[in-house]
C-alpha cells in the first residue's frame, strides 16, 4: 500500500502545501461513514491545496461526516494537459492507497484539469464522478482580456500571463471541448457543477470583476454560470455564491453530500443547450499601457446612456484618478480596493458609478511616479445590442451594425487588433482599420495553429451626431486543419 506524504489534522494545522505532485491524506474520522467513498479536493489556478482546510470548514466538515480525504497541490499556473498528466498519477495513487474508487471535488479551473485526467489520460478507472465548483469548461471571459491588446501589458507585469490563463481564453476552451466531448472516454464519469452568481459589493475582492462580466450573464466573480455547464453534466445549484464562497464547505456541502456515496451511478439525461454567442455584444471601453508622471484617456458618451461604470486598475495603489465630465466637473477616485479575481490578482482598482452621465466628452486623468494601467467602461445604453462582433468559419472578423429603430448610425469605423499566440508563445500582430459602410469585415491571416485574441475598437456618431466608443474583446482557436473554432 503505498502510504500517503503528509498527515494533516483536521483544523488544517501544521500542514505545508504547494508542492506539486504532493499529495496529502487527511487524518482518518473516529467514526468511519463506510457508505461514503474517499473524497479528492482538487485546487484551482494559482492555488494550492490548502484552500480547503485554511480560512475553509471543508475538511472541518467532511471529517465530521466521517468521510476519508485525500487534497493534491498541481501546478498553480500549468495548463489542463500538464495538469491532467500530473493527475492522473497521482489519483492512481490514491485508488491504491484506499483500495476504492474516489469522488473528485474540484474548484475552478482544478475542473478542467480533471476532466483532462478522466478523458485523455484515462484516471476515470480511478474515479466514482466529478463534482465541479465554477470551473470555466466553456472558458473565461477574464481570460480573453488579459490577453487582449489594451490589458495584456498590465496582465503581463503582475504575472497573470502564464499557460493556466492562456488556456483558460474561450478560443481555446473550445478547442479543448471539441478534442473531449466526442472522445470514447467522455461518459466514463459522470460530471455534476455547481455555480455561483454573488459577487458582493464595491471593495470586495471580486466587485470589479462581477461588473466586467454581468454582460455575459450570471457570475461569480470570475466566472459565468454558463461557462461553469456542460451539455452532458447534471447542474446540482446555483446559488448566490461569489467564486470563493463557492468551495466552503459551509455553503455547498449538504448539496454535494448526496453524491459522495458508493452507489452506482449513470450519467443525467438532462441536456443543457447553449446559446449561440458567436455575436458579442459592445457595453465596454478599454484602454491601457505604461506611463511616468501623468497620462489622460478620453472616452465619449452617447444619449440615452442610464448609467455608467470607471473603473481604473492598476499595479499601484498610489496613483491619483480624476474624472472630468464634459460641464467641467471633477470628480476624484477615492477608493482602492484589491482585486481577486485570481485572472488579474495582484491588481488594484478605483471604481465609480454615475448614473445619467451627460452626453459629450469624458476624461480621466492619472498621475503617479509609474503605472502599469487598464481602464475600463461600461456603458447602461440601448446602443450596447446595436453593435456586435460576428466570427465566421472562414477566418473572417466581421462588425455588424443593426439598425432596429433603437439606433441608428451616422458613421462607424473600427479598429481590429488580432494578437496570435502559438502555445502561449505571441508570434506577430496585424492592425487592419475598416470602414464597416464600404468593408464589413476583414479576414485573419491563418498563421497556424493557435489562439487568436481579437480586440475591436469602434468610434462613431449616431444619426443624433452622438459620438461613442466601444471596445469587444474575444479569443478564437485556429485548428491544425485551418479551420476556427469559436
Request: hydrophobic content about 35%.
Given at each position: 500500500m503505498?502510504?500517503?506524504?503528509?498527515q494533516a489534522?483536521p483544523?488544517?494545522?501544521?500542514?505545508s502545501p504547494?508542492?506539486?505532485?504532493q499529495?496529502?491524506?487527511?487524518s482518518?474520522?473516529p467514526i468511519e461513514?463506510?457508505?461514503?467513498?474517499?473524497v479528492v479536493?482538487i485546487h484551482?489556478?494559482?492555488s494550492s491545496?490548502?484552500?480547503w482546510?485554511?480560512?475553509?470548514?471543508?475538511?472541518?466538515?467532511?471529517?465530521?461526516?466521517?468521510i476519508k480525504?485525500?487534497?493534491?497541490d498541481?501546478?498553480?499556473a500549468?495548463?489542463?494537459w500538464?495538469?491532467g498528466?500530473?493527475?492522473?498519477?497521482?489519483l492512481k495513487?490514491?485508488?491504491?492507497?484506499?483500495?476504492?474508487?474516489?469522488?473528485?471535488?474540484?474548484h475552478s479551473?482544478g475542473?478542467?484539469d480533471t476532466?483532462?485526467a478522466?478523458?485523455h489520460?484515462g484516471?476515470?478507472?480511478?474515479?466514482?464522478r466529478l463534482?465541479?465548483?465554477s470551473?470555466?469548461y466553456?472558458g473565461?471571459?477574464?481570460?480573453?482580456?488579459a490577453?487582449?491588446?489594451?490589458?495584456?501589458w498590465?496582465?503581463?507585469i503582475?504575472?497573470s500571463?502564464n499557460?493556466a490563463?492562456?488556456s483558460?481564453q474561450?478560443?481555446y476552451m473550445?478547442?479543448?471541448?471539441?478534442e473531449?466531448d466526442d472522445h470514447?472516454?467522455?461518459?466514463?464519469?459522470?460530471?455534476?457543477?455547481?455555480?455561483?452568481?454573488?459577487w458582493?459589493t464595491f471593495?470586495?475582492?471580486?466587485y470589479w470583476?462581477?461588473?466586467?462580466?454581468?454582460?455575459?450573464?450570471?457570475?461569480?466573480?470570475?466566472?459565468t454560470?454558463e461557462?461553469?455547464?456542460?451539455r452532458?453534466?447534471k447542474?446540482l445549484?446555483?446559488?448566490?455564491w461569489?467564486?470563493f464562497e463557492?468551495?466552503q464547505g459551509s455553503?455547498?456541502?449538504?448539496i454535494?453530500?448526496?453524491?459522495?456515496y458508493?452507489?452506482?451511478?449513470r450519467i443525467?439525461d438532462e441536456i443543457h443547450?447553449?446559446?449561440?454567442?458567436?455575436?458579442?455584444p459592445?457595453?465596454t471601453f478599454?484602454?491601457?499601457?505604461?506611463y511616468?508622471g501623468?497620462?489622460?484617456?478620453i472616452?465619449?458618451?452617447e444619449?440615452g446612456?442610464?448609467?455608467?461604470?470607471v473603473?481604473?486598475?492598476?499595479?499601484?495603489?498610489t496613483?491619483?484618478?480624476?474624472?472630468?465630465?464634459?460641464d467641467g466637473?471633477e470628480t476624484?477616485?477615492?477608493n482602492?480596493?484589491d482585486d481577486?479575481?485570481?485572472?488579474?490578482k495582484g491588481s488594484?482598482?478605483?471604481f465609480?458609478?454615475?448614473?445619467n452621465?451627460i452626453?459629450?466628452?469624458w476624461?480621466?486623468k492619472?498621475?503617479s511616479?509609474r503605472e502599469n494601467y487598464l481602464l475600463?467602461?461600461?456603458?447602461?445604453?440601448p446602443?450596447?445590442?446595436e453593435?456586435?462582433l460576428g466570427?465566421?468559419?472562414d477566418l473572417?472578423?466581421?462588425l455588424?451594425?443593426?439598425?432596429?429603430?433603437?439606433v441608428e448610425?451616422k458613421?462607424?469605423?473600427?479598429t481590429?487588433r488580432?494578437?496570435?499566440y502559438?502555445?502561449?508563445?505571441q508570434?506577430s500582430?496585424?492592425v487592419?482599420?475598416v470602414d464597416?459602410?464600404?468593408?464589413p469585415?476583414?479576414n485573419l491571416?491563418?498563421l497556424?495553429?493557435g489562439?487568436y485574441?481579437?480586440?475591436?475598437?469602434?468610434e462613431?456618431k449616431?444619426l443624433n451626431?452622438h459620438?461613442?466608443?466601444?471596445?469587444?474583446?474575444?479569443?478564437v482557436?485556429?485548428?491544425a486543419?485551418?479551420r476556427?473554432?469559436?
Amino acid at each position: 500500500m503505498i502510504s500517503s506524504q503528509f498527515q494533516a489534522d483536521p483544523f488544517g494545522k501544521n500542514t505545508s502545501p504547494g508542492t506539486p505532485g504532493q499529495w496529502y491524506e487527511g487524518s482518518l474520522p473516529p467514526i468511519e461513514n463506510e457508505k461514503k467513498s474517499p473524497v479528492v479536493f482538487i485546487h484551482g489556478l494559482n492555488s494550492s491545496s490548502s484552500i480547503w482546510w485554511e480560512e475553509n470548514d471543508m475538511y472541518a466538515i467532511a471529517y465530521a461526516h466521517g468521510i476519508k480525504t485525500a487534497f493534491i497541490d498541481l501546478y498553480p499556473a500549468k495548463d489542463m494537459w500538464e495538469n491532467g498528466e500530473l493527475l492522473t498519477r497521482k489519483l492512481k495513487e490514491i485508488h491504491q492507497h484506499f483500495e476504492e474508487k474516489l469522488v473528485v471535488v474540484a474548484h475552478s479551473k482544478g475542473g478542467i484539469d480533471t476532466q483532462a485526467a478522466l478523458v485523455h489520460f484515462g484516471a476515470y478507472r480511478y474515479v466514482h464522478r466529478l463534482i465541479a465548483l465554477s470551473s470555466p469548461y466553456q472558458g473565461a471571459q477574464l481570460a480573453d482580456l488579459a490577453y487582449s491588446t489594451w490589458a495584456g501589458w498590465l496582465a503581463g507585469i503582475i504575472g497573470s500571463k502564464n499557460e493556466a490563463t492562456y488556456s483558460l481564453q474561450t478560443g481555446y476552451m473550445k478547442y479543448f471541448q471539441e478534442e473531449t466531448d466526442d472522445h470514447p472516454y467522455v461518459l466514463k464519469t459522470p460530471i455534476y457543477t455547481l455555480a455561483g452568481k454573488g459577487w458582493g459589493t464595491f471593495g470586495s475582492p471580486l466587485y470589479w470583476g462581477g461588473v466586467y462580466l454581468k454582460s455575459y450573464g450570471q457570475n461569480d466573480g470570475a466566472v459565468t454560470v454558463e461557462s461553469s455547464r456542460l451539455r452532458y453534466s447534471k447542474e446540482l445549484n446555483v446559488g448566490d455564491w461569489n467564486h470563493f464562497e463557492i468551495q466552503q464547505g459551509s455553503f455547498i456541502f449538504e448539496i454535494i453530500d448526496e453524491y459522495l456515496y458508493k452507489f452506482d451511478d449513470r450519467i443525467s439525461d438532462e441536456i443543457h443547450i447553449f446559446e449561440d454567442n458567436a455575436l458579442l455584444p459592445a457595453d465596454t471601453f478599454l484602454r491601457g499601457g505604461s506611463y511616468q508622471g501623468e497620462a489622460e484617456e478620453i472616452f465619449h458618451v452617447e444619449g440615452g446612456v442610464a448609467q455608467l461604470g470607471v473603473n481604473w486598475m492598476s499595479d499601484r495603489r498610489t496613483s491619483t484618478i480624476i474624472i472630468t465630465a464634459p460641464d467641467g466637473k471633477e470628480t476624484l477616485l477615492m477608493n482602492i480596493a484589491d482585486d481577486a479575481s485570481t485572472l488579474l490578482k495582484g491588481s488594484y482598482y478605483q471604481f465609480l458609478e454615475i448614473k445619467n452621465p451627460i452626453e459629450g466628452e469624458w476624461r480621466v486623468k492619472a498621475s503617479s511616479e509609474r503605472e502599469n494601467y487598464l481602464l475600463t467602461v461600461q456603458f447602461d445604453s440601448p446602443l450596447n445590442n446595436e453593435i456586435k462582433l460576428g466570427l465566421e468559419n472562414d477566418l473572417e472578423v466581421s462588425l455588424a451594425s443593426f439598425a432596429t429603430g433603437i439606433v441608428e448610425f451616422k458613421e462607424i469605423k473600427s479598429t481590429i487588433r488580432t494578437e496570435y499566440y502559438e502555445n502561449g508563445r505571441q508570434i506577430s500582430r496585424q492592425v487592419e482599420w475598416v470602414d464597416v459602410k464600404n468593408s464589413p469585415s476583414i479576414n485573419l491571416s491563418a498563421l497556424g495553429e493557435g489562439v487568436y485574441n481579437i480586440t475591436v475598437d469602434v468610434e462613431g456618431k449616431t444619426l443624433n451626431n452622438h459620438p461613442f466608443n466601444r471596445t469587444i474583446v474575444t479569443s478564437v482557436y485556429v485548428d491544425a486543419n485551418g479551420r476556427l473554432l469559436k
